[in-house]
Structures are given as structure tokens and as C-alpha cells.
């Protein structure tokens, strides 16, 4: 059974930093890539950043040069470094397995970026 976990998620002050991780275990399908998405309240969920199984990556306008995505592909774990935070970054993130048969996702970690 294949399962997405989020990790790393919090509380951090304007200007602070956070990493998250995500794991992912289980899947004997073929990788495509994973994703971190985030959703607001009030707000549909957006898509901030994705690494392909190649390594290249892509981030909204709203996080480029602020935040990073990176993989360590031995643990099949991704990592989104969140610099220079802003009270707009507060949402869920979600992070998003691409499989060659279907998406999968995991609960969400919350972050909140608050003085």
C-alpha cells in the first residue's frame, strides 16, 4: 500500500524559515515525480512547486527565489526549504505522488506564518 507523509510543518515567525519533507513508501509503480501543493482557507488548493524523476523542478511565481525542492531519491523523500516566509504562505501543504497509473496524496502538514 502506498503512503505519502508529510513532516515538518509549524508555527515561524515573518521572515523565518521551515523545511518540510515527504516521504513516500510502497509503490512498486514507476515515479514520476512529486509535488507540493498548499491550500488556504477559504481559497482552492494551488500548486507551489514539483520535481520530476529527472531533477528538474518548477515553483509558482509566488515562491520562486524564496522557496527550494529537492529529493534524495535512495529514501524517495522530497524537501521543500521555505525561506524568507510571509503571512500569505500560511496554508496546508500537501504533498502529491505522480505515478505511471495514478496520483497519490498525503493528509497535509499545517504551516502558519504569524508574529
Known amino acids: 500500500q502506498v503512503q505519502v507523509v508529510e513532516s515538518g510543518g509549524g508555527l515561524v515567525q515573518p521572515g523565518g524559515s521551515l523545511r518540510l519533507s515527504c516521504a513516500a513508501s510502497?509503490?512498486?509503480?514507476?515515479?514520476?515525480?512529486m509535488a507540493w501543493y498548499r491550500q488556504a482557507p477559504g481559497k482552492e488548493r494551488e500548486l507551489v512547486a514539483y520535481i520530476r524523476i529527472n531533477g528538474y523542478a518548477d515553483y509558482a511565481d509566488s515562491v520562486k527565489g524564496r522557496f527550494n525542492i529537492s529529493k534524495d531519491k535512495y529514501k524517495n523523500t522530497v524537501y521543500l526549504q521555505m525561506n524568507s516566509l510571509l503571512p500569505e504562505d500560511t496554508a496546508i501543504y500537501y504533498c502529491?505522488?505522480?505515478?505511471?497509473?495514478?496520483?497519490?496524496w498525503g493528509q497535509g502538514t499545517q504551516v502558519t506564518v504569524s508574529s
Open positions: 502529491k505522488l505522480t505515478t505511471n497509473v495514478r496520483d497519490y
Open positions: 510502497g509503490s512498486r509503480l514507476a515515479m514520476y515525480g
